[in-house]
């Protein structure tokens, strides 16, 4: 048992919950645990517009209890609310409407091997000095502000870094946890034509480690690149043309598929592909793939909680 609740780590907060929510009837349940800390540096113009550091910690808790399932959160570790979140989240569950489709994976289906192997923990994020971080915004808005004369003014430039841990347990005998980090740098400009009309374009870089991460002065230019494109443009007749998506947004497209076909939308019937399966959406030149890219992450699914592997999944299929 865990001594103290507030001092506890994220591992043994989830694997608290799980044998808490055991003792009280789950039939089974999973538990994620977060513990971050971020820290976001603002630059406007060339001053600090804001500096912001916070820590959060926080558990979610999924029971399953007589085919029924419960899904609550909690950010109060003090023992006697803790106890309470996990007894509630169990009576939850027994009044909830019954689920055919809720379990846990498989022992089989469930990872192995060690968290470190995610790579998703960067030392050079968690050390990288406050002067160095407003360094890097400063640098960003400044490409941007310098890339063309029609570049008149900037919404600023900001630069985030996120250090924290990750811990996962069911009541299958699972339990693990990873460090993570992240750092992503952003900046908006904006540029003015001829007429004086305004358009604004932003871009950025996100990723887990620092190596990978656009250097400042690419982002402001591609930024301000992306806010002269807009200038000139003109509407035009009605017709049925091709169109032709940037990378960005076509991501963006492919994000609203896959959140119309998520396991709740399709469980609620709130999403047209509802019922659908095996039908012919639309153009038969789409394929896409539910599938982790080589050497990232290879072993958790985090986002489930439920220690699954990682598995190369259907999607958006060809049928062409």
């Known amino acids: 048992m865990v001594p103290s609740l507030a001092e506890a780590t994220p591992l043994e907060l989830a694997s608290r919950a799980v044998e808490l929510a055991v003792a009280r009837g789950a039939e089974q349940c999973d538990a994620i645990a977060f513990s971050h800390t971020e820290s976001t540096v603002s630059i406007r113009l060339g001053d600090i517009e804001k500096l912001i550091e916070a820590t959060s910690h926080s558990l979610g808790l999924r029971v399953i209890a007589g085919g029924r399932t419960a899904v609550c959160s909690t950010s109060d570790f003090t023992p006697a609310a803790f106890e309470q979140f996990v007894g509630e989240t169990v009576e939850l569950a027994r009044i909830s409407a019954p689920d055919q489709y809720a379990g846990l ?45 029609r570049i008149t003014n900037s919404e600023g430039a900001g630069l985030t870094t996120r250090i924290g841990e990750v811990a996962l347990a069911n009541s299958r005998g699972f339990a693990a946890s990873y460090p993570a980090t992240s750092i992503s740098l952003s900046t908006e400009a ?54 032709i998506f940037e990378p960005m947004m076509a991501a963006r497209l492919a994000g609203d598929v896959a959140g119309c076909a998520t396991g709740g939308a399709l469980y609620r019937g709130a999403t047209f592909l509802a019922g659908r399966t095996g039908e012919a959406l639309g153009s038969p030149l789409v394929t896409i793939v539910d599938a982790p890219p080589p050497g990232s992450v290879t072993h958790l699914r985090a986002p489930e909680t439920s220690g699954q592997s990682v598995w190369r999944g259907g999607g958006v299929k060809n049928k062409g």
């Open 190 to 243: 904006l540029a003015d034509d001829e007429d004086g009309k305004k358009r604004n374009a932003w871009w950025f870089s996100a990723e887990r480690n620092l190596r990978s991460l656009m250097d400042p002065e690419t982002i402001g230019r591609i930024a301000a690149q992306r806010a002269v494109d807009q200038l000139g443009a003109r509407k035009t007749d009605t017709k049925r043309v091709p169109v």
């Open 105 to 149: 994976p498989e022992p089989e289906q469930l990872a192995t091997g060690g968290g470190d192997s995610l790579q998703l923990y960067d030392e050079r994020i968690e050390s990288l000095p406050l002067d160095e971080r407003i360094d890097m915004a400063r640098a960003c808005e400044a490409a941007a502000l310098g890339f063309d004369p």
